[in-house]
């Protein structure tokens, strides 16, 4: 272990799970997004199996995510260079599924491979999962630091939209998938222009009130 590592423990963890997506990236045209793909990248990396069940105890499931957090890094690298603030909130929106449909079409072919693998029943979850981090991750860069519900409805709804879009770019051509994503703002904006000035917090405010008078009586609400 060299003296970097000894300061960074995790070094090899890291450096290793990207040399193993990138040999997945390059088997999965032919293999599939598999156990079998996952075991090949593994071998090609130099790794026992005794170290892919502790670096990937999932195996194509782990990779799945590596390939998923590997785009979004691409794709918020590339939104590096575009200052959200001088943009409106639907072309913020816009830029950012746009910049992550097409950090991913750099893998396509590996892309259409895992799109079918997370798409199975088994995996439908983690695909759910990698989506809202995605969302997440696109909705800090636009500047979005609301913290009540509001937080969790917007990546919900991104989420929707990211789904359908990466699947469509991967299979149907960018056209398709920016007509797509140019339809699901458009709803997204007028829904947010219905919740505008609406108080969804009310009905929460008022069960904690009842309970208050049952727990302590008429004071509690003064």
Known sequence: MSPSDETDPDRWARETEQAV??????????????????????????????????????????????????????????????????????????RGVSARMEAGAEDLEAC???????????????GLKLAWETADR????????????????????????????LTMRWFDGREAAEAFVADRIDNVMTFEKWKAGKDFEAPLRRVTEVLSRMRYGPKAEA
């Open 21 to 94: 997506l990138d040999h997945a990236v390059a088997l999965a045209p032919r293999l599939g997004w598999n156990a079998t793909m996952a075991r090949a990248a593994c071998v090609e990396a130099g790794l026992s199996q005794g170290d892919q069940d502790l670096l990937l105890p999932h195996g194509a499931r782990d990779l799945a995510a590596l390939l998923s957090r590997r785009h979004d890094d691409r794709a918020l690298a590339a939104l590096a260079e575009v200052d959200p603030v001088t943009l409106k909130i639907r072309e913020r929106i816009a």
């Open 138 to 165: 696109l909705w800090v860069w636009a500047g979005d630091t609301a913290t009540d519900w509001n937080h969790y409805s917007k990546r919900t709804i991104l989420s929707g939209i990211l789904v359908p879009a």
């Open 112 to 126: 259409r491979k895992c799109a079918g693998f997370l798409a199975l029943p088994h995996n439908a979850e983690s």
